[in-house]
């Protein structure tokens, strides 16, 4: 099978296919970046909240 690379529609459909980003890496990129939220979240209030805790007490 020979594949004619001057057709135009044949082009414009590999572009469509490279630039555009699946369902599955836009659910990774939200849970990864949602864990380093978290995680930022998380060490700040160990730094910060739970020290005046205990001075309070």
Do not use: D, H, P
């Not at 939200?30 to 739970?50: A, M």
């Amino acid at each position: 099978m020979i594949i004619n690379i001057s057709n135009s529609e044949f082009q414009r459909l590999c572009a469509v296919c490279i630039s555009e980003t699946s369902g599955g890496q836009n659910a990774l990129l939200i849970i990864v970046l949602s864990l380093t939220l978290l995680g930022l979240l998380n060490s700040s209030w160990k730094k910060y909240f739970k020290k005046e805790q205990k001075s309070s007490s």
